[in-house]
């Protein structure tokens, strides 16, 4: 009951953490609300969270604290394509002078672990650490098809074909056959499948062996989304897995 009651406790804490992300800061009755918890409690939740700088107080509201920057950057640090991509994924931002990405997959998800923009970037409301859907992004896509089959098939089912755009892929044959394009032309395209009125080119990131461990890709509108941008992001990926081969 002990064990029961401490998962609990810390199911209920991310559950809060979580609300005050989404909604960029709440007070502890919108998160009682939220969360079907008496105020009291979500207070003594808050007021413990904000004594280990983990949520600060603004006024009425609560917001997310700079420690969990601290522990995004060490995880991230961690991460060897990051060390070792972040200078290529800004030389694709520079280049191309569009929005420069670098992602993983974790639990069936995409998270940008590096992001660039060049000159003449759009903004886009995708930040690091940021979590979206593997199905609906060239560098997703990239990745998606690239992982054992099995793993593939075992994304799809669980998160589903969500329609986030109005090109978004939803039907399973239809990803399927693009994912196979993908692995026989060794990039991704997208047009429209995220974020209305932006094109994206996604290579993946693989070891010697082909194992998949990430992808990048160079995001622009479509009115300037130019073929010459697949050969770009293509390039950078070929220099990419060389530095990752030959680093100690």
């Known amino acids: 009951m002990e064990n029961g009651n ?11 953490l979580t609300i005050l992300l989404e909604h960029d800061g709440a ?6 609300e939220q969360i079907s918890m008496p105020t009291s409690t979500v207070h003594d939740y808050l007021r413990t969270l ?4 983990h949520v600060v107080r603004k006024g009425n509201e609560y917001h997310v604290g ?11 640090h ?20 569009e929005h420069a990405n670098l992602m993983i997959e974790e639990q069936g998800e995409g998270v ?4 660039a923009k060049g000159a003449d970037a759009v903004r886009l409301d995708t930040f690091i650490g940021n979590r979206v859907p593997l199905h609906s992004t060239a560098q997703g896509k990239a990745i998606l098809a690239n992982l054992p089959e099995d793993k593939m098939y075992e994304i799809v089912d669980e998160t589903g074909l969500k329609k986030y755009a109005k090109n978004t892929i939803t ?6 056959d693009e994912l196979k394009l993908i692995r026989e032309q060794g990039y991704a395209t997208e047009r429209e499948e995220y974020v209305d009125g932006m094109g994206c080119v996604g290579a993946p990131i693989k070891f010697d062996d082909g194992q998949i461990i990430g992808a990048i890709s160079c995001s ?3 009115e300037r989304f130019e073929e010459a941008i697949s050969d770009l992001v293509c390039r950078t990926a070929n220099v990419i897995e060389l530095n990752i081969t030959h680093s100690p």
């Open 78 to 97: 961690q991460q060897k394509l990051y060390r070792i991509a972040k200078s290529g994924v800004e030389n694709m931002a520079e280049e191309s002078g």
């Open 171 to 176: 039907e399973r044959e239809e990803l399927f």
């Open 6 to 16: 401490t998962l609990k406790t810390i199911e209920k804490t991310f559950d809060i």
């Open 66 to 76: 700079m420690r969990f920057l601290y522990y995004g950057g060490y995880a991230r």
């Open 112 to 115: 940008f672990l590096y992001q």
């Open 27 to 32: 007070g502890v009755s919108e998160v009682a």
């Open 220 to 222: 622009a509108p479509l």
């Open 50 to 53: 904000e004594q280990m700088n």
